[in-house]
């Protein structure tokens, strides 16, 4: 099975990357193929909306999306894993996002939906915020709702943690940890 994961914090070893390495464990123990996007450390241009990719399904821009665009066409699973900023999904996360409107262009224009293999394609949220307020998961879940859609990920399950706000906070959430690798193990189970 082929794991996709996108980190789309830019702190290094911060929550959303405690939680998404908790979330890759079982994976990682049931021998998937698993990749890592560490968005912030990428090369990727926010889309253009040149049009191009209404004619042809393809971005032209030549940047890291040339890596994203087949580990997404190719998934089995994506997991998503971005901390809460302004009430949304990091910038990082919405930029890569934001260009698979090629992928929106395949589907909803060229009519093609990326061909499931036979675990099917699932995908995983996680977000956190050092907030109470939930309005942030509202907007993040409804843009990677709009994402998961787009790119023929028809289910998908989101696992939310608030008022975690430190750097490494994470790890004295009462079941974080936890969640995480159990959502991760629920997202391979065929
Ligand atoms: C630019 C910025 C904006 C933020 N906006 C929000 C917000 O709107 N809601 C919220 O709950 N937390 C917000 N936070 C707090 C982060 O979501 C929180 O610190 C989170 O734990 C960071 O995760 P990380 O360690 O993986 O980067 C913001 C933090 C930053 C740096």
New binding site residues.
């Given amino acids: 099975m082929k794991i996709v994961s996108f980190l789309g914090?830019?702190?290094p070893s911060?929550?959303?990357?405690v939680l998404l390495e908790e979330a890759l464990k079982p994976a990682e123990e049931a021998r998937h193929e698993i990749t890592l996007f560490k968005l912030n450390l990428m090369r990727i241009k926010p889309c253009q909306d040149c049009g191009s990719c209404e004619k042809t399904g393809k971005c032209i821009i030549d940047d890291d999306m040339n890596e994203i665009y087949p580990a997404i066409r190719e998934a089995d699973r994506i997991i998503l894993a971005s901390?809460?900023?302004?009430?949304a999904l990091s910038a990082q996360t919405k930029t890569m996002i934001d260009r698979c409107q090629a992928f929106w262009c395949e589907k909803y224009l060229m009519k093609q939906t990326i061909p499931e293999g036979p675990y099917g394609r699932k995908g995983l949220l996680m977000v956190?915020?050092?907030?109470k307020?939930d309005i942030?998961v509202h907007c993040s879940e409804a843009t990677t709702k709009a994402f998961f859609r787009t790119v023929s990920v028809p289910l998908h399950e989101t696992l939310s943690f608030?008022g975690?706000?430190a750097?490494g906070?994470i790890l004295e959430h009462p079941t974080a940890l936890r969640d995480a690798r159990e959502a991760g193990k629920k997202l391979i189970a065929v």
Avoid: H
């Avoid at 911060?14 to 990357?17: H, Q």
């Avoid at 901390?83 to 009430?87: A, G, K, N, T």
């Avoid at 956190?128 to 907030?131: A, S």
């Fill in positions: 914090s830019p702190r911060g929550n959303t990357e901390p809460i900023f302004f009430f956190v915020g050092g907030m307020k942030g608030l975690v706000d750097k906070a």
